[in-house]
């Protein structure tokens, strides 16, 4: 749950705020922006801001001319990204983020959020600049958030594995769900379309992923 202090500065009505967050590009960041907010499009009113000025986001949703179930909104403007709970339109807001950590542009979106998502590989590498994140950026806030392991190799889990102890030892919150590194990903992309909604080779599977990573993260905030 977020803590108390954010919880209290709630409004009536107001939307609850997610950003997806990591200091690194090529995490899996906008594709989990994009499919979560897809997913819980399908029951609640969702608007997802891209406030990444390379625009991969709205990118990926403007090629989908019948539209998604959710509402985009492109801002990249510091002042307005903190006016967004303020629109009371929506039940939740996802925020697609900047890969870059010491930006005021993801400093003014993780001060309006109540909870923070952190997509990572397992890969040592990226691990290790993930966990320096959570150290410098998001723990000092003391806002609610957890880790989820992006580009899981299928074939084998034991990488896997050891990163969510490795974070388990460190304290650090990981999601049990993770995403696995299917070829549908990219393809859902180009189509302009969600994983969820998208119809081929491994499409269920990685659907399927995203939709535990949804209902756990909705467990948890």
């Keep these: 749950m977020p803590n108390s202090s954010t919880t209290s500065q709630l409004k009536p009505n107001s939307p609850k705020i997610l950003a997806v967050v990591n ?3 090529g995490v899996g960041k906008t ?6 907010a897809a997913i819980w499009g399908q029951n609640q009113r969702v608007l997802l801001v891209d406030a990444d000025p390379q625009g991969s986001s709205t990118w990926w949703v403007e090629r989908n001319q019948a539209g998604m179930v959710f ?10 990204l903190g006016e967004l709970r303020q629109i009371i339109e929506y039940d939740l807001i996802v925020i697609d983020t900047p890969p870059a950590l010491r930006s005021e542009l993801l400093t003014a979106v993780i001060a309006e959020s109540d909870y923070l998502i952190l997509p990572t590989p397992p890969a040592p590498m990226d691990l290790m600049a993930l966990i320096d994140t959570v150290r410098t950026a998001v ?3 003391g806002i609610a958030y ?3 392991l992006t580009k899981v190799d299928s074939r ?3 990488e896997t594995l050891e990163a969510q102890n490795t974070l ?3 304290g650090i919150p990981a999601c049990h769900a993770f995403v696995r590194n299917y070829k549908a990903h990219e393809k859902a992309v180009l189509d302009g379309v969600a994983i969820t909604n998208w119809r081929g080779k491994n499409a269920q599977e990685a659907g399927a992923d995203y939709r535990r990573v949804a209902e ?3 467990r948890d905030w």
Excluded: C, F, H, M
Excluded at 71 to 80: G, S
């Design 23 to 25: 200091g690194k590009g």
């Design 31 to 36: 594709t989990t922006a994009v499919n979560l």
């Design 71 to 80: 509402d985009l909104a492109k801002q990249i403007n510091t002042e307005k």
């Design 139 to 141: 723990k000092p806030l």
């Design 146 to 148: 957890r880790v989820l």
């Design 156 to 158: 084998s889990l034991k």
């Design 168 to 170: 388990l030892e460190l």
């Design 216 to 218: 756990e993260l909705e």
